[in-house]
């Protein structure tokens, strides 16, 4: 399915057995492809298929690069065709478990929450948020949506804004939204779609669509534009294997360079959707052989980058405010590249 399909054509099946046949083709990338080839299983309906796949991740989990964020999808799968009891005992292992990634977090106490499990939604939301933000350090952009998701549930809750909300707050004003947080988890915009009056529902229902607009757009774009990065020891063994690709790549530093001035270049030119993947010597080599060539021909380098981006593999670029810097480094952005 190509990012551009609306989601209303999406044969949701045919496309979940789609991506299936991808990760049999690219098992590096199998856990990735099976995620996605699982949502469009819940999306069709077949949420029993949706946990199987979960169920073959997970019965493979010393591979796994987020056994947690697998677990938190079957217990939010399982809850919603009647396995509840099954579905809170994985939800608080999860919560033992304290996994150092945002994204399960989020998951279980949304499902908590949409299933009016309140109390608990905000304590998940909270414990996950102790635990990865840290006093005085600045939020990444992947722990937004754990402020965001207690911001929603408290203001459901009737509670009085503490440290945390406002931090969701101002994060929230930075990015592009003409709807400030506190307006957008206001529960009376929810009730408000249960009125009998049609002036109130046609009102809230154009407001939705104003807001959702700039996230259908964002979702609609095509595959970024790719620019293919190698870590120092990948480009070191690609040379040594390739020394022909020392005209692409005359010394590690000057490939770095090249890749921030191109992206740079790109941006200023209003080229949207730009983003970075990463490439290893055996995968490039792998691609090569699968298109019949060398990897000594420097043509195959936009290509491999455009399958890597095409299989999800791209980091968007630039990264997010405070977040650590694509060449690899444990230094921001900003202080790196950025700079």
């Keep these: 399915m190509r990012p551009d399909t609306p989601a209303e054509n999406v044969d949701h099946t045919a ?16 856990e990735a492809l099976l995620l996605r080839a699982a949502a469009h299983l819940e999306l069709s309906g077949d949420r029993p298929a949706a946990t199987a796949l979960y169920d073959r991740l997970l019965s493979s989990a010393e591979g796994l690069d987020n056994p947690s964020l697998i677990r ?56 996950g948020a102790r635990l990865l933000l840290p006093d005085g350090t600045e939020p990444p952009a992947t722990t937004h949506p754990l402020l965001y998701g207690r911001h929603r549930v408290r203001r459901m809750q009737g509670l009085p804004h503490d440290d945390w909300d ?17 307006e957008l988890h206001d529960p009376k915009r929810v009730w408000s779609l249960g009125s009998e009056n049609p002036a109130e529902i046609e009102a809230e229902i154009a407001r939705l669509r104003a807001e959702l607009g ?32 020392t005209t692409e790549y005359p010394s590690h530093e000057e490939h ?12 200023t030119s209003g080229t949207p959707n730009l983003g970075i993947v990463t490439g290893t010597v055996p995968s490039y080599e792998a691609f090569a052989a699968s298109e019949g060539s060398s990897p000594a021909d420097p043509t195959l380098l936009p290509q491999y980058a455009t399958t890597l981006a095409a299989r999800g593999r791209a980091t968007p670029w630039p990264p997010q405010r405070g977040a650590g810097c694509w060449c690899g480094v444990e230094r921001n952005y900003a202080d790196c590249h950025g700079l």
């Design 15 to 30: 496309e979940a057995a789609r991506l299936e046949r991808t990760a049999g083709l690219y098992p590096e990338d199998a």
């Design 72 to 127: 938190a999808l079957k217990a939010s799968n399982l809850w919603e065709y009647g396995h509840e009891a099954e579905a809170r005992a994985i939800i608080e292992g999860i919560r033992a478990a304290a996994p150092l990634d945002p994204a399960p977090w989020v998951i279980v106490a949304e499902a908590l929450e949409s299933h009016d499990e309140l109390d608990a939604a905000a304590e998940t939301f909270t414990e």
């Design 166 to 182: 406002a931090l969701a707050d101002t994060l929230h004003a930075s990015a592009v939204s003409q709807v400030s947080l506190d």
């Design 214 to 245: 700039a996230f259908r757009e964002a979702l609609s774009r095509p595959f970024p534009v790719a620019m293919l990065h190698w870590p120092a020891a990948e480009l070191a063994e690609l040379i040594s294997a390739y020394p022909s690709l």
């Design 256 to 267: 770095l360079a090249t890749i921030e001035s191109s992206l740079r270049e790109l941006s």
